[in-house]
């Protein structure tokens, strides 16, 4: 008789969902609820689908916003970010941008860093954009955690992607040519250099 309660007790105990299984599933069916809502209500209402059209689908999304809100009544999403043990490329020399000589090109600079010089990341954020805008080729925009938006041009990338979270100080790649050129951007209004550094 003992036995027979013990593996009850014990096969009860292995049918327990790991909490953390059960937390992932339910962000999950949160996420996917949330999508199928929007999409059955911008499908069945004009004024809505206008809305969503005019807001969504024809701006730019500030993620830092869906962020904030998201760890605010659901948790933490960014599992992205280097953890310990990842090797994480830094640059051994000094990148104070500030130092060198930059011409400033309708609210851009034009930075003179050196042949092959190591770009870091001058801000953490989401990695929103990959590849050429307009004159500016090799184009990398980082929509910052704090919704300021920098775009690295003339850069070669190799290990970055789309919707990748980068940190502050790590390697974003080298320059094409001796050039590094930057904007700066919060709700689409050009920053200076000095303004925001």
Do not use: C
Not at 140 to 165: E, K, T
């Amino acid at each position: 008789m003992k036995e027979s309660k013990y593996y009850k007790k014990k096969l009860k105990e292995n049918k327990k969902i790991n909490p953390s299984y059960s937390i992932a599933i339910s962000k999950l069916l949160i996420s996917t609820i949330i999508v199928l809502s929007t999409l059955i209500i911008t499908n069945f209402n004009s004024n809505a689908r206008e809305y969503y059209t005019k807001n969504f689908l024809e701006h730019n999304i500030s993620f830092n916003s869906i962020n904030k809100v998201y760890q605010k009544y659901i948790g933490n999403f960014n599992n992205s970010e280097p953890k310990e043990e990842n090797t994480i490329k830094v640059s051994n020399t000094s990148n104070d941008l500030s130092s060198m000589p930059r011409t400033e090109m309708n609210g851009s600079y034009e930075i003179e860093v050196g042949l092959d010089y190591p770009v870091t990341f001058l801000a953490s954020g989401i990695i929103v954009y990959i590849g050429d805008k307009g004159d500016l080729k090799n184009t990398i925009i980082v929509q910052g955690n704090d919704g300021v938006d920098i775009w690295y041009s003339n850069i070669i990338n190799n290990d970055y992607s789309l919707y990748d979270y980068v940190s502050k100080g790590n390697i974003l790649g080298t320059t094409n040519n001796d050039k590094l050129l930057l904007s700066i951007l919060k709700d689409g209004k050009k920053l200076s250099y000095d303004e925001y550094f």
